[in-house]
């Protein structure tokens, strides 16, 4: 809580527009006369960072792009305010995020910025990926991070990977690794070691995410969209089940299936 005690009650006059220099004003203003924009650290508002980016991603999902546009303005907001809580310590400037980006990316297209011949994307990709390696990074799956949600890392791990060379040939190969991963599981179930049931598991995961990728489908997306259709229909028949005074726990099998079947036609 909020010492008891009176803050500064300046008021300051200032209209929206389209100038970035306007918005670090104005974030300044915030840090300094604002009482929960002063008390606030780096860590204290990472979470929101990772909520801000969940927020804008299913409004791209919704392709509600009002909404998009409100929260890609959210994630420009943190990234403003994490640069001026770091000036206020002599870390870093906003200055300095727009150069180390801009350093960045031109260095890493040196056949947009240089004299490189690329043939197309995968070349520029699997540039990308040595220009890293020669950075300084020790290994080609650096800078994923841990705590990504494990779907979107795996494709991003095997991408990362295909990049250097390191993939199937062919998508029927890698289908052919996900029956051999699916043969090992069914071992496991027989086996009915809980350890090794696990283990095999995420080889089923990861060899599907594989298989994902040669169809130009992302995993992390279309378990998304499952998820959602599950929720809409599931939520369709707890509607139905309602209308006749009933729960999902006083109903049959039977009953629930049939308004399941409703839902897929709606």
């Known amino acids: 809580m909020l010492e008891n005690r009176t803050f500064n009650t300046t008021h300051f006059s200032m209209k929206p527009t389209r100038n970035f220099e306007d918005l670090v004003e104005l974030v300044a203003i915030l ?27 299913e409004a791209l999902d919704n392709k509600d792009y009002d909404e998009f546009k409100k929260e890609i303005g959210d994630l420009l907001l943190h990234v403003v305010f994490h640069s001026k809580m770091a000036s206020e310590t002599e870390t870093f400037d906003i200055g300095d995020v727009i150069y180390t980006l801009m350093e960045k990316l031109i260095r890493r297209h040196p056949h947009v910025f240089g004299d490189t011949e690329v043939d197309g994307e995968e070349q520029v ?4 990926e040595n220009i890293k390696l020669k950075e300084g990074k020790k290994s080609t799956l650096d800078g994923l991070p841990v705590h990504l949600p494990a779907l979107i890392r795996a494709q991003r ?6 990049n250097v060379g ?24 027989e086996n009915g070691n809980q350890e090794e049931l696990s283990d095999e598991f995420g080889d089923v995961l990861f060899s599907l995410v594989n298989v994902s990728r040669y169809f130009d489908l992302n995993a992390e997306d279309s378990l998304r969209q499952t998820n959602s259709k599950f929720e809409q229909r599931f939520r369709h028949i ?11 726990k006083d109903s049959t099998l039977e009953e629930m299936d049939q308004f399941w079947e409703e839902a897929k036609k709606l």
């Open 31 to 57: 840090r300094k006369e604002c009482p929960w924009d002063r008390k606030q650290t780096h860590e204290s508002i990472k979470d929101n960072l990772i909520e801000e980016a969940y927020e804008a991603i």
């Open 157 to 162: 791990m095997q991408e990362k990977a295909a």
């Open 125 to 128: 990709s699997e540039n990308w």
């Open 166 to 189: 390191f993939d199937w040939p062919a998508w029927k190969l890698a289908w052919e690794k996900l029956d051999e991963e699916l043969q090992e599981f069914r071992q496991a179930l």
């Open 238 to 248: 707890e509607k139905r089940l309602k209308e006749k005074d009933k729960t999902v």
